[in-house]
């Protein structure tokens, strides 16, 4: 079980830009303080998360086999997510997204023949590459940005890199894929100072750290009697039309990607504005929607696939 310094409850109490400038990073846009744990793993805090300090620490959810036992693998993944539920000194019902994140890795081998629902969209899945920890935080941070309160996200905590180290083949990536992601990562680093500079370990694993959001996905909404299937159908691609309007899409974009929330009335979902309130909780292929040959050319860029553009 890996420590993290007791010093840290010196800065506990301290806001975010209050807390010491060695601890501070920045990647891709976003803010994070890195924190190193006693075995050498790295904790990259959010503004979001910083004041769950407390409850995203990994002593809290990542000690032995606390994942499988305590946590629940979430029904229908198609990688290794979890929901575990934390302590909070204010919210009892606080719980965890424990996301490992698959960059690096074949996206079409990773989730599967079966996991693509719009086959259309099949080359160019292939064609893309999981986005990186750090990338898939600075996309949804910049989709929250855009969509404000109109579309409800898990709001990211943290990225935490245990110590443990593997072999390439035990973490499923690709070697000759890596340097785009250090192209990019080194890119953006090269206007830090030198001892704030982030850099990928190939031989750690990465876990993104999101906060649970309630509710169901659509596609057991459907199952479940609160929608018909055309309803869903409208309500997914509904779903797509809004991110697109955005500057977004989610190239694997399904229903089981799509939260919505029962009603008081039964039988019924939360709507708003006479829609149904949706939230959206996979962000591992979120891409500005130029990016995907479809949409608006990007200021000053070609279209095409490019699976780590962040302009």
């Not at 693998?73 to 909070?88: D, E, N």
């Not at 941070?141 to 579309?151: D, K, N, P, V």
């Not at 850099?199 to 659509?218: F, N, T």
């Not at 089981?256 to 708003?272: K, Q, T």
Request: glycine share 10%; with cysteine.
């Amino acid at each position: 079980m890996e420590r993290f310094d007791g010093s840290l409850h010196l800065y506990r109490h301290r806001p975010f830009d209050a807390v010491p400038a060695g601890l501070r990073r920045r990647v891709f846009g976003v803010d994070y303080l890195q924190l190193r744990g006693r075995q050498s793993g790295d904790l990259y805090i959010t503004r979001h998360g910083w004041p769950a300090l407390e409850s995203i620490v990994p002593s809290q959810w990542f000690t032995g086999d606390r994942l499988s036992k305590v946590g629940r693998q979430l029904a229908g993944a198609t990688g290794a997510v979890y929901r575990v539920p934390v302590p909070h000194r204010v919210c009892p019902r606080f719980a965890l997204v424990a996301k490992f994140s698959r960059f690096a890795q074949d996206a079409l081998v990773a989730m599967g023949p079966d996991a693509v629902a719009d086959y259309g969209e099949r080359d160019r899945v292939a064609a893309l590459e999981f986005l990186s920890p750090f990338a898939e935080v600075a996309h949804l941070e910049r989709l929250r940005a855009a969509a404000g309160a109109r579309i409800p996200t898990k709001a990211p905590l943290a990225i935490y890199s245990p110590a443990t180290r593997y072999l390439d083949w035990e973490l499923g990536r690709n070697g000759h894929s890596r340097w785009r992601y250090d192209r990019e990562l080194a890119g953006d680093q090269a206007t830090q100072p030198e001892g704030a500079r982030v850099r990928y370990d190939w031989e750690r694993l990465y876990i993104l750290l999101y906060r649970w959001m309630d509710g169901m996905d659509a596609e057991a909404a459907e199952q479940q009697g609160y929608v018909t299937e055309a309803e869903l159908a409208a309500l997914t691609h509904g779903a797509r039309d809004n991110l697109r309007a955005l500057g977004w899409d989610v190239l694997d974009h399904k229903p089981r990607h799509i939260i919505v929330r029962a009603a008081a009335e039964p039988g019924r979902l939360v709507h708003r504005a006479g829609r149904v309130l949706w939230g959206l909780v996979d962000y591992e292929l979120l891409v500005p929607y130029a990016e995907t040959g479809r949409g608006p050319r990007a200021e000053g860029g070609a279209l095409g696939p490019r699976p780590l553009a962040l302009r």
